[in-house]
T-cell receptor, first 110, second 112 residues
């Protein structure tokens, strides 16, 4: 099975940088995904990591260490619209599906 | 425009009735998924299908049923056997097994 842990809540200030961590345990790792979900809406895909290292996409970056079972999502130059839940999901090739963490609710304050 | 649609957005039913939620995609994706989300919680997998005419149970399949007769469509039936059916239901599709998923807008089901 899979076990995914993320902090439940985080608060940050507009213009700042925030790092959301995700740790996981899985037998057949096939990639890690980050999704953003605004309140009352569906999740949207942000990033995908399958190899170790940092993937940068504009203000958002995602890092993966497979040996440590660890990933983080880095959000720079925070904006009020970044207030949302951020979901970490791990793909298992043996199971043929992904499992989602419970999400981290980020609140950006002025 | 390619995308994934769910209907209706809001659905109200009486206890004891079966209800079917629609999910259609025109992204030509092989894999489709159904999730349930309760307030303040993450996504829990109900059923998934990697190919037409085949599907597998997820983590919380009891009280639900699905079919995958066409590549584009993956309807979910919430049966009267589901003890707590009131929830936000999300359908997703992906280009292949265990790849990034694209979600529909969701259906909020309320059973009273």
């Amino acid at each position: 099975g899979q076990n995914i842990d993320q902090p439940t809540e985080m608060t940050a200030t507009e213009g700042a940088i925030v790092q959301i961590n995700c740790t996981y345990q899985t037998s057949g790792f096939n990639g890690l995904f980050w999704y953003q979900q605004h309140a009352g809406e569906a999740p949207t895909f942000l990033s995908y990591n399958v190899l170790d290292g940092l993937e940068e996409k504009g203000r958002f970056s995602s890092f993966l260490s497979r040996s440590k079972g660890y990933s983080y999502l880095l959000l720079k130059e925070l904006q009020m619209k970044d207030s949302a839940s951020y979901l970490c999901a791990v793909s298992d090739i043996n199971a043929g599906k992904s499992t989602f963490g419970d999400g981290t609710t980020l609140t950006v304050k002025p | 425009d390619g995308g994934i649609t769910q209907s209706p957005k809001y659905l109200f039913r009486k206890e004891g009735q079966n209800v079917t939620l629609s999910c259609e995609q025109n992204l030509n994706h092989d894999a489709m998924y159904w999730y349930r989300q309760d307030p303040g919680q993450g996504l829990r997998l109900i059923y998934y299908s990697q190919i037409v005419n085949d599907f597998q149970k997820g983590d919380i399949a009891e009280g639900y049923s699905v079919s995958r007769e066409k590549k584009e469509s993956f309807p979910l039936t919430v049966t009267s056997a589901q003890k707590n059916p009131t929830a936000f239901y999300l359908c997703a599709s992906s280009p292949g097994t265990a790849l990034e998923q694209y979600f529909g807008p969701g259906t909020r089901l309320t059973v009273t």
